[in-house]
Structure formats: structure tokens, C-alpha cells
């Protein structure tokens, strides 16, 4: 459900169009799950075991096909580091130029990968509103750098609406969170309302002053700030139709999180009861809808 959310609107586009952008999501998801299941069992060893045959990749340009992620890592190969399979000629080329798109894509989806070991850690703590805003950007705003159809002019712009995408995935999934004992609400901001991390992870925070006051700063205060940020995206023009349709898609999804949480009162544990309700009726109706194939 939570897939169908964010990007259920991939599946009514061109079939080329959806393939690039299904690959994206699938190598995305794969190393998300990964992290977490690594986090719960760490002696699967799951994630570290993808970290090292990227890392193989990285510096040979040599993907082992007995690796359960061979498919994957051969799939971006192909994308990201064409040169790759050829050392020398890759040696003879050097650092590619800032401005290369390959090039970012590729320090994207590395500092992603670096994201997940770091925020999956287990005791995580986000102390101040400062490495609050630095998690968005390496969580989701480097996400967002690797969609296909991307273009320079639109590169940090994308990147900041990526931010704003992952604190409204923050606010959807604060229950979820709070049921595997995560927080991402700075302590600086918890303290300054007189609220704990315990307090909002076991649910008693919910009709406390100062947890009500420091979700309405959240919502008038930091989400409107992050708005402006994204504003060159979310007021871009010259985007690849399916861009445009993932930007209506993401707002119609933000609108939604915005007042089904405003409508439970702040309240996290009664949220997702409401919110997936919502989104499954959403759903139903715009299945019954004919699809338009952008080119």
C-alpha cells in the first residue's frame, strides 16, 4: 500500500517510460529493505553483503554473477558506469566534469547507499533541526536526484523537493516508526516543547500541550519553509511528462497527509486507520479511470 501511495501513477504511463522508472524504484526499494531488515537482523547481514558487491563494482567494474544482486548491480552498471567494464579506458577518461549527469547520478546514489547505513543505525537520534534538514536531503533528496528524465536545469531543484517528500514520509509513517522505537523529531525540538522521545514513541505525547504546540510549529512553521524550497520544482516548467505527473501525484499526496493529520488531532497512532482509508478509496476511483500514456 505504502508502494501504491507514492507511486501507483508510474503504472499508467508508456510502457519504455514506466520500465525507466519502475528500474529506479526497484533498485531504491531493494536497498531500503536491505538496510532495514539489516537493522532488525543484523546477522543476516543483508545490506552489507549488497555495500560489499557495489563496492566490487565500484572499483573493478565487476559485478559476480553468483551475487543474489547481480541482476541490480549489472542494471545500473549498464546506466551509471558504462566505462566501468573497461578499466583502462575508464583510467584514460579520469573524473568526469561536475556538470556530467552520469556523473551526479552516480555520487547520488552513493551518498544514498551512505544515507541508509547511517539512518538504519540502530539508536539512531536526530539531536537538532540541523541534522533534521541534513536526513531529508540525504534520504529522499538524493532519491529524487536519480529519477529518470532528470535534466541539469531541474538537478538541485529536484533535490530539494525530494526533502520535502521525505518529511511528509515522516509524518505519514510516524506510528510505523514509533513501533520499531524510532523518532525523527529533533531533541532540540522536543525540548523546547517540553516533550520526550519516549513520550512520542510509546504514544502519551497525544494530548499534551506542548506536543500539540510543537506539531503545529511543524506544520505552519517548518513544512511551509521547506514549500519554498521546493518551490522551483513544484513551479518548473519544460519537465518530462511523467516528472509532472509524479510532482501532481507527490502534492495531491502531501495535501492528504497534511489534513487527515490535522483531522486526528496530531495523533499518530490514530492516523494511519484514517489515511489508509483514504488512500485506498483514492485508489479505487482512479483505477476506474482511462489511463493517458505520456511519451
Known sequence: MKDEDNAAWVLGLAPDVKQAWLDRIRWIRIVDRLAENERIEPHERRFSRFMEAWRLLRSRGFVDPSSPFASELSAIRALWLRDASDPDQGAARGPREADDLQGRSLAAWDAYLLALADYHAPGLLIRTMKEHDTMLMRLSGHIFQLVPFLTMEHWDAAGEFGRLDQFFNNLRDMQEDADRGICYLPEEEL?????????????????????????????????????????????????????????????????????????????????????????????????????????
Open 191 to 295: 525540548a523546547r516543547h517540553g516533550v520526550t522521545r519516549a513520550q512520542v514513541i510509546s504514544g502519551r505525547c497525544v494530548g499534551m500541550s506542548g506536543y500539540e504546540r510543537l506539531m503545529r510549529s511543524w506544520l505552519n512553521e517548518v513544512m511551509p519553509a521547506l514549500c519554498a524550497r521546493a518551490a522551483p520544482f513544484i513551479e518548473a516548467r519544460g519537465l518530462h511528462p511523467s516528472l509532472e505527473i509524479m510532482r501532481e501525484w507527490s502534492l495531491r499526496r502531501y495535501a492528504r497527509i497534511t489534513r487527515v493529520f490535522r483531522a486526528t488531532g496530531f495523533d499518530h497512532r490514530r492516523f494511519p486507520a484514517r489515511y489508509w482509508a483514504e488512500v485506498r478509496r483514492d485508489l479505487a476511483g482512479r483505477r476506474q479511470l482511462p489511463r493517458a500514456h505520456p511519451v
